[in-house]
């Protein structure tokens, strides 16, 4: 029996000095530096009142031992920045071990007080680390805007200007005979579910300089092209006469929709685009539209639906869809008159392109006129709408610059270069980018005209 006994004592000791063999060692090198997985934090600009998404910061100990922490906080410490430190809460926290060759986390959230200010403001913090009596910091840096916030969804005559950024976080309505001004430069950021109803007259003034801005509130690189982030604008049967002058409007579920019981109704654009939609981009059902130098591009149906009653007058257009997120099913420009319509549809110097290979529906072509046009379509339907079409290019690549970037300048090999009609280009003779398409031998079809770049 006092064999057992004697090694059990034996392995013990053995244990013991295995254990202490095996001690941990601690790195308390004042020169010794923790590394990070950037080497700043930055937020793309944050709307006051409204919470950033959460970024990750990676902490590294590349030391062969492990290294204690005393303390971790913010310098600043205003509640702005807020921080999580390997789940833990807070923005202060006190003895915090890294082992050896490993890390830990640090997730960042940014949420900015109102300051009643114009300008976009620099937040800047920076999380400290305390160890080896030395301190390290790390620097978070970002840019905060204050935005407007109607009282109101019932919007009476008013103005909107470029000062501050407008956020809408609900359905606007724009009461019947009541006018809305949108000066150059101004930018509206709207919420998932809301959208712009006019009831009224809208007048939107932007430049070639200064734009006017409409898309989704959420400004991160991730969301750039992402559709379906907002509702749209939305024209009621109220709304008389409407005018849109450089406007980008982006990333919603409908670009534009003019809707109304009887034909007397009408809206004119030009120098605008219209981008990223998970249905239509423009859709009317009898309203009168009048458009030139206009871009409507990747849509998750058409570009372009004209539906009802409803003049219809395009010049230097391009409506242009590479849709790739769903499977598309309609032409990109689609015309379905009533029966017997007399309205007219003319369509001069414009591009009808995409990845179908009938690109424009017409079930009446009586009073439809298409002039020297780009159109991707069979020769089947160009034998059926063969009486609408006057020195069309057909099924010719349009050889754009990026249509990946959707970048639709002309490249200088673009067959379109010189082959819009003069009469056309000499009504609207500055191109989507301002420059002149009188300047050389002969205008281009499109909203760009072609410039070689030295």
Known sequence: ??????????????????????????????NF??????????????????????????????????VYLDEIELVNNDETYRL???????????????????????????????????????????????????????????????????????LQT??????????????????????????????????????LHIHGNLNIEGSFEEP??????????????????????????????????????ENAIKGISAQSEINNNNLEIEYSQFINFTTTG???????????????????????????????????????????????TDASFSYLANENSGKELKLNNSIIWGTKSDEIEINLTGTVEIINTLIRLSEEKQNDFSSIFENCIFNTDPEFVNKNEHNYNLSASSPLINKAKLDIANIFSLDFNGNSRLSDTAPDIGSFEYFEVN
């Open 158 to 195: 008013q103005e909107w200007t470029k000062n501050r950024p407008y956020f809408i976080d609900e359905n606007l309505f724009l009461v019947e005979t009541q006018s809305l001004t949108i000066e150059a430069g101004t930018k509206v950021y709207f919420q998932k579910g809301a959208g």
């Open 212 to 249: 006017v801005f409409f898309g989704s509130h959420r400004r991160e690189e991730l969301y750039d092209d992402v559709p379906g982030q907002w509702e749209g604008l939305f024209f009621h049967s109220e709304s008389k006469a409407n005018f849109i002058s450089h406007l980008q409007l």
């Open 33 to 66: 530096q923790l590394n990070f997985s950037l080497d700043s934090l930055t937020f793309d600009t944050i709307f006051s009142g409204l919470p950033s998404t959460t970024k990750q910061l990676k902490v590294y100990n590349r030391s062969s031992k492990a």
């Open 1 to 30: 029996m006092k064999f057992p006994i004697f090694s059990l004592i034996i392995l013990s000791l053995i244990l013991l000095i295995s254990a202490c063999d095996n001690k941990e060692e601690y790195n308390h090198d004042p």
């Open 282 to 328: 423009i859709k009317t059902d009898n309203f009168n539209l009048k458009m030139h130098d206009v871009i409507v591009s990747n849509c998750g149906q058409q570009t372009v639906l004209l539906e009802g009653e409803g003049d219809f007058e395009f010049s230097h257009c391009n409506f242009i869809n590479y849709w790739q997120l769903s499977l598309r």
């Open 84 to 154: 999580n430190i390997n789940g833990l809460v807070g923005n202060n926290t006190k003895r915090v071990y890294i082992p050896a060759k490993d890390s830990l986390y640090i997730f960042v959230e940014l949420n900015v007080q109102d300051n009643n200010q114009d300008s976009p403001r620099l937040i800047e913090d920076y999380i400290q680390f305390k160890f080896n009596s030395r301190v390290q910091r790390f620097l978070l840096k970002s840019w905060a805007q204050d935005v407007i916030r109607l009282k109101n969804n019932e």
